[in-house]
């Protein structure tokens, strides 16, 4: 597992950012962070984190955690130990069963993305995780910087990495499900968080430019 700064700038709060799979900090670029520094970790390829969380912990007032996608099953594995460190924690379009026909991405569909991935398999995927035309277009010219190969391999690495966790041991303490989520149903996750206080949002699983920065984000539930 990888981690990069998006922002660092000496602030007394942190935002620790648990990316989506095949992702790096390129698509994040247009957020900005007034208040906030913030620490992205992605490439699940290998599970061991390159940071040592007690120093980074102890840098800081408050740590806020954002997961998106793939990442809320991964910062639910990273934090669970950690989560009395953190000011609070936002699961947005995700779960913990990532890979699951009721609770997350199906099965099948998982297995035949990673069989068939290609460029032009990868692209399909960047237009269904934004659907509408001006997101998909800031998109494309924010895309990660990394290769079809290297996306392919985490793919492959998190099919036999994942595992599902029930609702009842999550740490967020605030959830995201956008309305219009092909890429993790929306009714599946809706399924997955029932009996959980959750914010629905009009958008697609990649929401992300509904905001201007950071601080915009975690304030709709701060």
Not at 188 to 195: I, S, V
Request: charged share 15%.
């Amino acid at each position: 597992m990888k981690s990069a700064w998006l922002h660092q700038h000496q602030h007394e709060q942190l935002i620790i950012f648990c990316n989506g799979w095949g992702m790096d900090g390129a698509p994040f670029l247009p957020l900005g962070a007034r208040e906030y520094d913030v620490l992205m970790l992605f490439d699940y390829r290998d599970p061991t984190l390159d940071c040592d969380l007690a120093t980074l912990f102890k840098q800081y007032q408050n740590t806020f955690l954002v997961s998106w996608s793939m990442g809320v099953w991964a910062g639910q594995q990273i934090f669970q130990p950690w989560s009395h460190c953190l000011q609070g924690a936002m699961a947005i379009n995700g779960t913990l069963c990532p890979v699951h026909d009721q609770f997350g991405i199906p099965v099948q569909l998982y297995a035949a993305t990673l069989e068939q991935f290609s460029e032009t398999t990868r692209l399909k995927f960047y237009r269904r995780m934004c659907r509408d035309r001006q997101t998909f277009n800031t998109f494309l010219d924010n895309q990660p910087q990394r290769s079809v190969q290297n996306q392919g391999l985490e793919l492959a690495a998190l099919q036999g990495q994942v595992t599902c966790h029930p609702a009842e041991t999550a740490i967020y303490t605030h959830v995201l499900i956008a309305d219009q989520d092909m890429v993790v149903p929306t009714a599946n996750q809706l399924a997955f968080w029932q009996g959980r206080e959750v914010r629905r949002i009009e958008g697609p699983h990649f929401l992300f430019y509904g905001w201007n920065t950071w601080d915009e984000l975690v304030g709709t539930v701060l």
